[in-house]
């Protein structure tokens, strides 16, 4: 039940504990929507647009315009589990974009953190 809880939580309410996570660390909210452009393909009026409608994670990521097929590469522990190894594939989704905000909070080059 916690994992459907997740799932229907507006994405518009996590965004700021994202970018706060960031910037805490030295990082931008430019750098935090480049990552979410890179996983989900959405543009910067696509994601004003999902922010302002209170778009759910479920739907945030089903309706996302191109999932970025190297998001694969993303492997370790989020939350004390092994992201590759998730096998529900929308709390997969949201635990890869975690690692990324997480990875850039930790000061990783963008470069790799785009798997590129």
């Given at each position: 039940m916690?994992?459907?809880r997740?799932?229907t939580?507006?994405?518009?309410?996590?965004?700021?504990?994202y970018?706060t996570?960031?910037e805490?660390?030295?990082?931008?909210k430019?750098e935090?929507?480049?990552?979410?452009?890179?996983?989900?393909?959405?543009?910067?009026e696509?994601?004003?647009e999902?922010l302002e409608?209170?778009?759910?994670?479920?739907?945030?990521?089903?309706a996302a315009p191109?999932?970025?097929?190297?998001?694969s590469?993303?492997?370790?522990v989020?939350?004390g589990?092994r992201?590759?190894?998730?096998?529900?594939?929308?709390?997969?989704?949201?635990?890869?974009?975690?690692?990324?905000?997480d990875?850039l909070?930790?000061g990783k080059?963008?470069?790799k953190?785009l798997?590129?």
């Amino acid at each position: 039940m916690a994992a459907h809880r997740i799932y229907t939580t507006s994405f518009a309410s996590v965004y700021p504990h994202y970018v706060t996570k960031a910037e805490r660390k030295g990082r931008t909210k430019a750098e935090v929507d480049e990552i979410i452009t890179w996983l989900t393909g959405y543009d910067a009026e696509q994601l004003a647009e999902v922010l302002e409608n209170g778009t759910d994670f479920e739907t945030f990521f089903s309706a996302a315009p191109s999932m970025n097929p190297a998001r694969s590469l993303i492997t370790g522990v989020i939350c004390g589990v092994r992201v590759e190894e998730i096998e529900e594939v929308t709390m997969r989704e949201i635990r890869y974009l975690d690692k990324l905000v997480d990875e850039l909070a930790r000061g990783k080059a963008m470069q790799k953190l785009l798997r590129g």
